[in-house]
């Protein structure tokens, strides 16, 4: 008689009953492991992956290592593509070698083109204070040159002059003028930052609008101060640009995407989706140690790790919810993978019911995890939860002037309506100590606290359980700004009554 047989049966039922016994909690904390923590950090934030710049061959070498890992812990590619990247093109805009600007005869070397063909331009320039439309009322300026103050009347940061720049572009192109020159009063730092960022600025191509800019449009970005640019109101302006013009290259790159699918057979339906973009900002200006390599360790390396972590975790004990990993490219240059992947999405976003993402400039309170938007969306509860359960405490965004919650990836899903906040290191303000590593060459993976990042990433692993295995779905919290959007994707909206 065969005795092996009933005597396995027995062992497998044993450890069945084991296995489902254990707490979500003692399920996180078996999973998530130092030595393999600092493994992936430390393989991501390597000199030899040279930032992780969008488009580089060293992004691509990431995003084998991130697909071959997901492999190795179960997760599947999307079956209907059979891979786990969703390639798409991009366009990076180079700037130029040659960039000289003058006005009335002084020059201005700290100079941006954000559009700018091979061109050598003088002329007569009209200054219309913020280049609003109400600035150019009674104003003739058809082929003229338009100067204005970078930003807004209420903000002149970086952010600030970002933002309403397209608008002051297709201002000063609808009225008629040849180029726009925004005079910005960033401090040095902060403009080396915009700087290094637009060297190599890349896009989503743009099929739709094709007459936004003119081809023969200039509009620069020119560094000054604000007792130079006062002198300029009413004043007779001349100006003279040379320049080479910004080059233009097609670059391919990728999303990586795993799926897990649940266990309940109703709620498999739902995906939660873990997140995290991978890629950086490569190569840059050296530190004062000769450094010139932007690692990201931190931003975004540890969010990467996040994820990986919680894939290791589904793959060995799946939720009721689908799984839905995906780390993003582009992000670095203005979220292009998620918004790619909102436009063209693999898996429906109205079966995505909950985005946790991950990313983060890095910490300065090892007693936090700080998430934006913890307090937007009925999963709070879990996500303090989770991270109380290894010690630390789960608070709300601590610099709301920041405007981080559209600042990450999170933000393309959640204009979408899909639940999604940004699970961060902790941070209770963004002061020096992030701001001495949040894109700086110094951001490297032996600068990082270890056992603060095995409680962060149990309790994250933890929350992701939680979310996923409550019986009552996710979704914003009453009067949010996304909340009428989330209505809409999910199909919340009361129909109009048929009239008769």
């Known amino acids: 008689m065969n005795t092996m047989k009933p005597l396995l049966l027995l062992t497998t039922l044993c450890l069945t009953t084991l296995i489902f016994a254990q707490t979500d909690s003692e399920k996180a904390e078996m999973t998530v492991n130092k030595d393999e923590i600092e493994g992936h950090i430390y393989f991501l934030a390597d000199d030899a992956l040279k930032g992780r710049a969008t488009g580089s061959p060293e992004l691509k070498i990431a995003a084998s290592y991130l697909a071959n890992t997901l492999r190795g812990y179960g997760i599947k590619p999307h079956s209907a593509i059979n891979s786990y990247y969703q390639k798409f093109n991009l366009i990076q805009t180079t700037a130029p070698k040659i960039l000289k600007v003058s006005i009335n005869g002084e020059n201005y070397p700290h100079t941006i083109a954000v559009e700018a063909k091979g061109s050598n331009l003088s002329g007569e320039a009209i200054y219309l204070n913020f280049g609003i439309e109400e600035d150019y009322k009674g104003k003739d300026v058809n082929g003229k040159l338009i100067i204005v103050k970078g930003g807004t009347s209420e903000a002149s940061d970086a952010r600030a002059v970002y933002n309403a720049h397209k608008e002051k572009q297709e201002l000063a192109i609808k009225n008629g003028a040849i180029g726009l020159i925004e005079m910005t009063l960033l401090e040095e730092d902060w403009w080396a930052r915009v700087s290094h960022f637009m060297e190599e600025s890349v896009k989503i191509p743009d099929t739709k609008d094709e007459q936004m800019p003119k081809p023969d449009f200039i509009h620069l970005w020119v560094n000054s101060s604000a007792d130079k640019l006062a002198t300029f109101n009413n004043a007779k302006l001349a100006y003279e640009i040379e320049t080479d013009g910004i080059k233009e290259e097609t670059l391919e790159t990728q999303n990586v995407i795993g799926v897990l699918e649940g266990t309940d057979p109703k709620l498999k339906e739902e995906f939660i989706m873990y997140s995290a973009h991978y890629d950086h900002v490569g190569i840059g200006k050296p530190d004062a140690m000769g450094d010139s390599i932007y690692n990201g360790a931190r931003d ?63 910490y300065n309170n090892t007693k936090l995890a700080t998430v934006i938007g913890l307090n937007r969306t009925t999963a709070q509860k879990h996500i303090v939860t989770g991270a109380a359960t290894f010690g630390l405490e789960a608070i709300d965004d601590p610099a709301p002037e920041q405007g981080l919650f559209d600042r990450s990836d999170n933000v393309s899903f959640a204009s979408k309506g899909v639940p999604a906040p940004t699970y961060s290191t902790g941070f209770d303000a963004f002061d020096d100590e992030i701001n001495k590593y949040y894109h700086q060459p110094g951001d490297e993976a032996g600068g990082l606290d270890y056992d603060y990042l095995l409680k962060f990433y149990q309790g994250y692993v933890l929350s992701g359980r939680l979310i996923a295995n409550d019986p009552e779905t996710p979704f914003w919290v009453k009067d949010d700004k996304y909340e009428a959007a989330g209505k809409v994707l999910y199909g919340k909206v009361p129909e109009a009554p048929i009239k008769n």
Request: no cysteine.
């Open 300 to 362: 975004n390396a540890i969010g990467t790790t996040a994820v990986l972590n919680m894939a290791e975790n589904i793959g060995k004990f799946p939720t009721k919810r689908s799984a839905i990993f995906i780390f993003f490219t582009g992000e670095e240059k203005g979220l292009l993978g998620s918004q790619y992947y909102v436009e063209h999405p693999i898996f429906p976003l109205q079966q995505i019911v909950y985005g946790f993402n991950t990313d983060g400039g890095g």
